[in-house]
C-alpha cells in the first residue's frame, strides 16, 4: 500500500520537474504548468493516476497554507496606506465584473442563480502570482501600471474570503434569504470574533515561549499547528478551513515572529499548493476541448473582453491615463489560480454538475495561457520604466537590514533612527526581539541564515544588509547565502581577525569592519594623547595603518569586488 502511494508520489514530482520549468522558461508561469502536468499523468492523459480524489484531499491542505500567507502579508498598515485604490477600483471592479459575468451566466447558458452567484465573482478574481511573477520580470511593479495592477489584487485577495464563507451558505437545501443566511452570518460573525480575541492575546505568548526554547524544529511545528488548528477549528463550526487559516495569518501579520512563520510555512505551502493544481489538472476533462474547440476559446475570449471593458473605464475614472489604463485591464483580464480553488469547493458543495465545473476549469486554464501575450502587449502600452509617485499608492521600502540585533546592531539601529533613516532588524533570541519591540524599534524574529527569511520580510528590495553576528562561521555561510541570491545588494559584515574579514570579502562582501584593528586603534589613539604625541603626526599614523591594513583585506577579494 505504501509502495502505490509512493510510486503516485514519484509520478506527480517528475511531472512536475519536467513541465514547470519548461512553462516558466517560455514564461507561461508555474501554475499552468502544474495544471498542464496534471492532465498529462491523469485520466485524460497517460492515465499514470487514477486516485484523484484521495490525492485531492491532500492537496487542499495547499490551499489552506496559501490563504495563511495572504493573511499574513494583507498587513492592515498597507491596505490603508494604498486605499484608495484598493478599497475603491478594486472593490468596484470586483463588484461589477462579478454582477456582470453572474448576469451572463444564468441568462445566457442557464446556469442556475446559486452557481451563477459564485462563478462571476470568481472569474472576476485575476491571478495574483501569475501577474506580479510578470510585473516583476518586466521590472515594472512599481510603475504606475505596475502599482494599480497590484491594487487592484490586494482587493481581490481580501475578496476571496467571503466568497469562501458564501459556499456552504449557498449549499443549504433550504437557502433563505432573510433567515438561514442572516442567522448563519451572525453566527459565523460572532465566532469568529471570538476566535480573534482569543488569538489576539494567545497566539503571540505561545510563539513567543516557543521562541525563547531556540529549537527551530520545534518553531516549525508550532507554526503549522497554528494554521491547521484554526483552519480546522472554522470548519468545525461550518466554515472553510481556508477562512480559519486566513484568520490565523492575519492575527499574525502584526507579530514580531511573522517572517520566521512565513520562511517555515512556505516550503509546505509551495508543495502542496503545487499539488492542488496538479490535482485539478487531473480532474480536467480534455475530451472537452477537443469536442468543441471554438466554442471553449469563444467563451475565453467573451471573458477576456469583458473584463476588460468593466476595467478600462474604472481605471479612467480614478485618474489613471488612458494607455496606463487599457495596459491594467488586459493584465487583469484572465481568471485565476482563486478561481480554481473556489470552483473546486464549489463543485464539492455540489453546487455544480460535472460539466459545468470542466467547462469553468477549461476557460481558467486557456484564459491564463494566454496572460503572457496580454502581458506584452500590456508593456508595449505603458513605456514606463521606473517607478513614479502617484498619490496614495505607495509600497513601503525599506532601505537596510540588520541581520543581527546584539550589542553591534543596537548602536547601529540607534544611529539610524537618529538619522531617521528607516531599517528592519533580525535576531534569533526572543527576549532581545521582545524588548526591542518594546522600545519601538521594528526587529523580528528570526534566523537570518535561513534565507527564506529575509525573502519573507522584502530584503531583495533593501539597498544594504549588515551582517552583526557574532559567530564567525554563521556569518560566512550567510554572506555567501546572500551574495548569490542578492547579487546587486551591497552586504557590509563585522569581522574579527585579518584572516576572516579577509575570508569574508572573497565570499562577496561588499565591506567588513575588523573589530580587532578598530579596538586596536581606538586604545593607541587614547595613548599617544595622554602622553601628548602630536595630534597631526597621530592621525597620519592611525589613517595609514588603517588604510594599510584595509588594502589587505580588499586585495583578497579581486577580482570579485562589487561595485560600491
Known sequence: MISYYLSDIVILLIAAVIAVPIFQMIRLGAVPGFLVSGVIVGPSGFGLIDNVSEIGYLAEIGVVLLLFVIGIELKPSRLWLMRRLVFGLGTLQVLLTGILLGFLGHYLFNIPLRAATLIGPGLALSSTAFVLQLLTEQKLLTSTYGRTAFSVLLLQDLA???LLALVPLLALSDLSVGKDIGFALAESILILGFIVVVGRYLLHPVLHRVALLGNSEVFTASAVLI?????????????????????????????AYRHQVIAEIQPFRGLLLGLFFMSIGMSFNLSLLLE????????????????????????????????????????????????????SLAFQADLFTEKLFQHLLLVVLLSMLVTPLLANIARRLTREKEAKPHDDVEIPEMPIVLAGFGRVGHRIGEIFTKAKIPFIAFDFDASVV?????????????????PKVLKASGASGATVIIVTLNDSDATERL??????????????ARGHSMSKCQELRKLGASGVVSENVETSMELARMALEKIGFDNLKREDILTDFRRTYYAKIDDAAKPRVKNN
Open 292 to 343: 468543441n474547440p471554438l466554442f471553449s476559446f469563444g467563451l475565453v475570449g467573451a471573458l477576456v473582453i469583458t473584463k476588460a471593458l468593466v476595467l478600462f473605464p474604472l481605471a479612467r475614472l480614478f485618474g489613471i491615463k488612458t494607455k496606463t489604463s487599457l495596459a491594467v485591464a488586459l493584465v487583469l483580464a484572465q481568471s485565476g489560480e482563486f478561481a480554481l480553488v473556489l470552483f
Open 434 to 450: 521582545e524588548k526591542e519591540r518594546k522600545n519601538g524599534h521594528q526587529v523580528f524574529y528570526g534566523d537570518v541564515c535561513n
Open 479 to 492: 554572506i555567501s547565502t546572500l551574495n548569490n541570491i542578492y547579487p546587486n545588494t551591497h552586504i557590509y
Open 160 to 162: 476571496v474570503v467571503p
Open 227 to 255: 494554521v491547521l488548528g484554526t483552519a480546522l477549528a472554522t470548519e468545525h463550526i461550518g466554515l472553510s478551513m481556508a477562512m480559519g487559516a486566513f484568520l490565523a495569518g492575519l492575527l499574525i501579520s502584526d507579530s
